[in-house]
């Protein structure tokens, strides 16, 4: 199967080692992994900001660059859900606007085969043990738009079970958010800074080392309420979790 690896910019710019993750973990289930170097930014922060017909051209951009793929494969719920729940809205609302049903046209196919990593490997492959090693005390974090946009349900959590090694334990609150909501918490700052701490403070009491989840921007806000609050706990994305094993093992 012929993939293509959607980074997104958060993980392009600052966390490169997610991606390359990825790539070792669906090579090692026998999938053929591209990375079209022709990738922009999805259009989710313009939209979510409000300057939806400044998104248009980047999801054009998108549909162009990724349409010729099986499947489009994402390690962030929130791009994925930009791609698979605003995506339609943005075609379906120029067509009310009299701007024609070109957009809608060009963006349907990309929709129903973008996936977030981990539906990809439990829907598409069909696999829960990817052959991952990861001796440590874990707890997971649901991200919002993984959890209520992509419906991922127990899909990580599933996967993380199967990981040899791994003793997972369950978040307090987990299905709170953590407070970062992109520019939510440039506008909101006080009240984002306590809905980290207070995630923090539960993934502390677990015992847990390790607070994973499926998307680096939850984790940056997270692990710099860890910083500043002084945790001794480390985030890590669930792309580098089922990617380590006992001969490659993640740090």
Do not use: W
Not at 21 to 32: F, Y
Not at 125 to 142: E, N, S
Not at 216 to 241: D, F, K, Q, W
């Amino acid at each position: 199967m012929r993939v293509a690896l959607f980074l997104t910019c958060v993980n392009d710019t600052l966390y490169p080692d997610t991606g390359r993750a990825v790539v070792r973990l669906l090579t090692r289930l026998g999938v053929e992994v591209d990375f079209p170097l022709g990738q922009t930014c999805c259009g989710q922060a313009h939209y979510n900001t409000g300057y939806r017909h400044e998104a248009e051209p980047l999801a054009r951009r998108f549909a162009e660059v990724f349409g010729g793929y099986e499947a489009i494969v994402t390690p962030s719920g929130s791009c994925g859900a930009m791609v698979r729940e605003q995506y339609p809205r943005m075609g379906g609302r120029a067509r009310a606007e009299g701007r024609g049903n070109t957009l809608e046209r060009v963006l349907a196919p990309v929709v129903p085969k973008t996936y977030e990593l981990t539906e990809f490997l439990v829907d598409v492959l069909g696999v829960t043990d990817v052959g991952a090693y990861y001796p440590h005390r874990v707890t997971y974090h649901p991200t919002c738009h993984g959890l209520r946009g992509l419906g991922l349900g127990d899909r990580p959590r599933r996967l993380l079970q199967a990981v040899r090694g791994l003793e997972l334990v369950e978040l307090p609150g987990a299905e709170e958010c953590c407070g970062f909501g992109g520019t939510f918490a440039v506008k909101n700052p006080d009240v984002s800074a306590a809905m980290g701490a207070d995630k923090v403070r539960n993934a502390e009491s677990t015992g847990a080392g390790v607070l994973c989840a499926g998307d680096n921007s939850c984790l940056m806000h997270i692990g710099g309420t860890m910083s500043r609050l002084g945790s001794g706990m480390r985030p890590v994305h669930i792309a580098e979790i089922l990617a380590s094993t006992e001969e490659e093992p993640a740090v």
